[in-house]
């Protein structure tokens, strides 16, 4: 059986008439750890939405535990083990916490049980002092904190993070990579996470991609990123 849970083989992707990926190939091996850095604009949000199925026009191959996904419809693409928390985050603001967990379950993976209240409790004890509080009456970090939780609950094959610790307090970026880290080591979820925070990005990760206007231009492990002291400022500083 084929190890890699996500392969993305030479995907262009369009908004219109304009080209923003260049023939992006990326493998994400079952239970492990993608950082895909890059500055603004370079095609973070675009990669993520393409291999979700929402938004650009893609061509090439996407392919999930061997088996393309390219033809399927985002819901499809859910009920097969993608879960995306979006920048955005996307917290319902006028339902609790609860409610905006529960309504995650909706999309959980065929086969599988959805993870309940007490079990998400159980993995992010913070959420439990929360859970009538309203969305709109979460702090950012605890807001991201609900958006990860929540992300996990359809029990995904993969989840995708698209900048997580933008606008948090370096204190709460600690508290997130910790959980995410404790997270990953204990549901054995395969992990891509969008960053422009390098050092948020290696706590929670085992590999690198960085993309630069549109087209993959580094990939290995952070040993190999560490060695090569040029990508940062080539790709990376504003
Ligand atoms: N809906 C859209 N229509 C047209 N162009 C778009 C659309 N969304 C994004 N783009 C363009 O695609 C390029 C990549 O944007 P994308 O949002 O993927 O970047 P990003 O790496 O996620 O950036 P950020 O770190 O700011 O979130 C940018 O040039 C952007 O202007
Ligand atoms: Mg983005």
């Given at each position: 059986?084929?190890?890699?849970?996500?392969?993305?083989?030479?995907?262009?992707?369009?908004?219109?008439?304009?080209?923003?990926?260049?023939?992006?190939?990326?493998?994400?091996?079952?239970?492990?750890?993608?950082?895909?850095?890059?500055?603004?604009?370079?095609?973070?949000?675009?990669?993520?939405?393409?291999?979700?199925?929402?938004?650009?026009?893609?061509?090439?191959?996407?392919?999930?535990?061997?088996?393309?996904?390219?033809?399927?419809?985002?819901?499809?693409?859910?009920?097969?083990?993608?879960?995306?928390?979006?920048?955005?985050?996307?917290?319902?603001?006028?339902?609790?916490?609860?409610?905006?967990?529960r309504?995650a379950q909706r999309?959980?993976?065929?086969?599988?049980?959805a993870?309940?209240?007490?079990?998400?409790?159980?993995?992010?004890?913070?959420?439990?002092?929360?859970?009538?509080?309203?969305?709109?009456?979460?702090?950012?970090?605890?807001?991201?904190?609900?958006?990860?939780?929540?992300?996990?609950?359809?029990?995904?094959?993969?989840?995708?993070?698209?900048?997580?610790?933008?606008?948090?307090?370096?204190?709460?970026?600690?508290?997130?990579?910790?959980?995410?880290?404790?997270?990953?080591?204990?549901?054995?979820?395969?992990?891509?996470?969008?960053?422009?925070?390098?050092?948020?990005?290696?706590?929670?990760?085992?590999?690198?991609?960085?993309?630069?206007?549109?087209?993959?231009?580094?990939?290995?492990?952070?040993?190999?990123?560490?060695?090569?002291?040029?990508?940062?400022?080539?790709?990376?500083?504003?």
């Amino acid at each position: 059986m084929n190890s890699q849970l996500l392969e993305v083989k030479e995907c262009d992707a369009f908004y219109g008439e304009s080209h923003i990926l260049h023939s992006i190939s990326m493998e994400i091996e079952e239970g492990s750890g993608v950082a895909l850095l890059g500055r603004n604009g370079a095609g973070k949000s675009t990669l993520f939405k393409s291999i979700l199925g929402a938004g650009p026009t893609v061509t090439g191959d996407i392919r999930l535990r061997g088996r393309s996904i390219m033809h399927a419809a985002v819901h499809e693409r859910a009920l097969s083990g993608l879960s995306l928390v979006p920048e955005d985050r996307r917290i319902f603001p006028h339902i609790s916490v609860e409610e905006n967990l529960r309504f995650a379950q909706r999309a959980t993976r065929k086969g599988e049980t959805a993870l309940d209240i007490a079990e998400v409790v159980e993995r992010f004890p913070m959420l439990g002092g929360l859970l009538d509080r309203r969305g709109y009456q979460l702090s950012g970090g605890q807001q991201q904190m609900l958006a990860v939780a929540r992300g996990l609950v359809p029990r995904p094959l993969l989840l995708l993070l698209d900048e997580p610790a933008e606008g948090l307090a370096p204190l709460v970026v600690q508290e997130l990579s910790e959980q995410i880290a404790r997270i990953r080591k204990r549901e054995h979820v395969g992990l891509l996470l969008a960053e422009q925070n390098v050092g948020f990005a290696r706590q929670c990760t085992e590999f690198v991609y960085i993309i630069d206007s549109g087209r993959i231009v580094f990939r290995g492990d952070w040993s190999s990123f560490d060695a090569d002291a040029e990508l940062v400022n080539r790709y990376l500083a504003v």
